[in-house]
């Protein structure tokens, strides 16, 4: 079958226009929830989808028209839609808001899956072309799923694994963590099919190089500490710094958990009492219930170092 014009252009400019509004004020969610934050990015996939679709009804090509024609049309609507989602990212960083160039490769799928449906309902498709189409579309839409199927199957693993943080017998256990800019983590396979892996943190000369727990279950009420491992693989001390906040924090280093730790050469095994933790913040209590992050970082790193991570966990 043919869709045919069901909006006047004036209106389907209008629905743009208000998507791209939309899109643009969105509030973002609470970062701290992996799956909601990848939700919210996957929204631009069916987001675009929606704008191409409206264009399409809204500017048809004409009945009839040579497949030439129609496929330049087509293309139109894409670069027309993609455009749409540039000036949202442009917008939101004129705003200062959260830009992100991958919301555009979002964008870029939304509107190409549409564009790619689109084309296999056209009579003049054949069916070995329609069914390689919408298998396009659908692999696309896919593919940009699979950050949220990735954050949702680790959050119910995460919350399994609990009063175990993170013990890298899984790959998988990396995406509970961010980096500075000074900083690149990788995962570091187990020597025998039995043991954990591990995270090696390379530490680049710089500022603030280390890392960020930043994904875990947040109640740590009725824990008594907070134990990691860290071997430090040089045959020289290194100082870190460990940062331990709330959700509540306000950013002020006096509103948070500090603690400056000395590494030794070889294994350390680090452990923070979480009765430390709570009473850390200057006129208040840390909420152990709801806390947001565990940072560890060294300061003002002259040389290039590195370290071992293999496991975070709570103790009772």
Same mark, same amino acid.
């Given at each position: 079958?043919?869709?045919?014009?069901?909006?006047?252009?004036?209106?389907?400019?209008?629905?743009?226009?208000?998507?791209?509004?939309?899109?643009?004020? =969105?509030?973002?969610?609470?970062?701290?929830?992996?799956? =909601?934050?990848?939700?919210?990015?996957?929204?631009?996939?069916?987001?675009?989808?929606?704008?191409?679709?409206?264009?399409?009804? %809204?500017?048809? +090509?004409?009945?009839?028209?040579?497949?030439?024609?129609?496929?330049?049309?087509?293309?139109?609507?894409?670069?027309? $839609?993609?455009?749409?989602?540039?000036?949202?990212?442009?917008?939101?960083? +004129?705003?200062?808001?959260?830009?992100?160039?991958?919301?555009?490769?979002?964008?870029?799928?939304?509107?190409?899956?549409?564009?790619?449906?689109?084309?296999?309902?056209?009579?003049?498709?054949?069916?070995?072309?329609?069914?390689?189409?919408?298998?396009?579309?659908?692999?696309?839409?896919?593919?940009?799923?699979?950050?949220?199927?990735?954050?949702?199957?680790?959050?119910?693993?995460?919350?399994?694994?609990?009063?175990?943080?993170?013990?890298?017998?899984?790959?998988?256990?990396?995406?509970?963590?961010?980096?500075?800019?000074?900083?690149?983590?990788?995962?570091?396979?187990?020597?025998?099919?039995?043991?954990?892996?591990?995270?090696?943190?390379?530490?680049?000369?710089?500022?603030?190089?280390?890392?960020?727990? =930043?994904?875990?279950?947040?109640?740590?009420?009725?824990?008594?500490?907070?134990?990691?491992?860290?071997?430090?693989?040089?045959?020289?001390?290194?100082?870190? $710094?460990?940062?331990?906040?709330?959700?509540?924090?306000?950013?002020?280093?006096?509103?948070?958990?500090?603690?400056?730790?000395?590494?030794?050469? %070889?294994?350390?095994?680090?452990?923070?009492?979480?009765?430390?933790?709570?009473?850390?913040?200057?006129?208040?209590?840390?909420?152990?219930?709801?806390?947001?992050?565990?940072?560890?970082?060294?300061?003002?790193?002259?040389?290039?170092?590195?370290?071992?991570?293999?496991?975070?966990?709570?103790?009772?």
């Amino acid at each position: 079958m043919t869709l045919r014009r069901k909006l006047p252009g004036n209106l389907a400019i209008l629905i743009v226009t208000a998507c791209a509004c939309f899109a643009t004020l =969105a509030p973002s969610p609470d970062s701290r929830l992996r799956s =909601a934050a990848c939700l919210h990015d996957f929204l631009h996939v069916p987001g675009f989808g929606l704008v191409a679709l409206v264009l399409w009804f %809204g500017f048809p +090509v004409r009945e009839g028209a040579p497949t030439r024609r129609l496929v330049l049309h087509f293309l139109a609507l894409f670069l027309v $839609s993609v455009g749409v989602g540039i000036a949202v990212e442009i917008a939101q960083l +004129v705003l200062g808001g959260d830009a992100d160039i991958w919301d555009v490769g979002r964008d870029i799928a939304g509107a190409g899956g549409m564009v790619l449906v689109l084309g296999s309902l056209q009579r003049r498709t054949g069916a070995a072309w329609r069914s390689g189409l919408r298998l396009a579309a659908l692999a696309g839409l896919l593919i940009t799923l699979i950050p949220s199927a990735r954050a949702i199957v680790d959050e119910v693993r995460a919350a399994r694994q609990f009063p175990v943080l993170a013990d890298f017998c899984a790959s998988s256990d990396l995406d509970r963590f961010t980096w500075s800019a000074w900083s690149v983590g990788t995962f570091e396979h187990a020597v025998t099919p039995q043991a954990c892996g591990a995270l090696r943190l390379a530490l680049k000369p710089g500022e603030y190089p280390g890392l960020c727990l =930043a994904f875990f279950p947040r109640d740590w009420r009725g824990w008594r500490e907070l134990s990691f491992t860290c071997v430090n693989p040089s045959a020289t001390l290194l100082q870190v $710094s460990v940062r331990i906040d709330d959700l509540w924090h306000n950013d002020e280093y006096q509103d948070r958990f500090n603690k400056t730790v000395l590494l030794t050469p %070889g294994r350390n095994d680090v452990r923070i009492l979480l009765a430390d933790v709570e009473s850390a913040p200057v006129g208040r209590k840390l909420d152990l219930g709801h806390v947001g992050s565990v940072m560890v970082f060294a300061v003002d790193l002259p040389d290039a170092r590195s370290l071992i991570f293999r496991e975070f966990r709570l103790i009772l």
